[in-house]
């Protein structure tokens, strides 16, 4: 299979192209073709033009709403409500968080929660929104349910990631972006389009026998990464993006899915901190030159790096020299331009 060569721009473009014949509306395709371009321009191919098919199928069969707008809500001092109303998540995201910053400034600490929403994407680039303007992030979103609680079988949680971002003085954020399961959902499937067997640990099959075939663990259950200790931290992403909001877990949602490709309906929830409000005498130069020398024992070290720095190096790459999509990938694109 070869691959296809293409730039940022058009691949934004296919994009943009894309959802918007699937039936999304162009104020609610922009903000997911940027965060598919990020992960393409960051090197996640998981969450990257990958996931269009997905998010053109989920609007097209009518399961996700594609012109809706979200509804930002002023809920309490310290909490902003957004409701996507059954959209994608990226748009209302991208409607809350002035809010959100704003709240987070003036009080030193606000949360924002996100109900009703079908979230596809990676979450770094909300967290490394949140540190660009000075303030810590944390992120957290519930998926459909993928993954066994240890001692279990049956798909329990979804892969639920989590993301934190801190600000630095003369660097981009520092910000980790993680899922509670060993691997991403993407990268299962992707192992699975490529012909490739997939890690062992990674997954389980529907009789709880450990597998290395993706095709198996997809039908079966992921397993948490650190086994309870990771599903612990899935638990308590389900509660804090939908128990807190009476949305749907990743089980009741997995019941609605028609597999469409599309995500499920779930939820997100942020936190922003603002340090300034925290450092001793309101010296945030201070406490961030403080932080930097904890980064710099780390990285004192050969073989270590700061998470974020792959994605760094491959943001230095791909402005200039493109990324590639696989032929089969690029196919189903044009075929979902009309091309
Ligand atoms: P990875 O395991 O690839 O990476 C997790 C984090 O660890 C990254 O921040 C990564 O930084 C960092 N890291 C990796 N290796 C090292 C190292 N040697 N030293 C220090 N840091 C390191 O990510 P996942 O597979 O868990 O998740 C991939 C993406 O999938 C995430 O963006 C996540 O948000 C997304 N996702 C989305 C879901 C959804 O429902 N929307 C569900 C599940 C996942 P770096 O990036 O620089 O490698």
Redesign the pocket.
Known sequence: MSDVHLTLSEGHAFAMRGLTRAGLSAENAKPIADVMMSAER?A?Q??GLFRMPGFCAGVSCGRIEGVTRPDVKDAAPGVVQVDANNGYAAPAIEAGMPMLIEKARAQGIASMAIIRSH??????CDVEHLAEHGLVGFAF?N?RSFVAHPGGVRPTY????M?FGWPRPDSPPL?????S?V?????MQIHLRDGKPIPEGWGIGPDGAPTTDPAVALAGAQLPFGDYKGAALAMMIELLAVGLTGGKFGIESAVDDNSDGG?AIGGQFYIAVDPEKFAPGGDVAAILAHSESLFDYVLEEDG?????????GARERTPVDGFTIPESLYATILGLCGD
């Open positions: 960051d996640c998981s969450h979230h596809f994407s990676t979450l770094w979103v998926s979804g892969t639920n990631p993301a910000a980790f972006d993680q899922a399961s691997a991403a959902r993407g990268e995500p270590t790096r700061l998470p974020g720095d792959r994605r760094h």
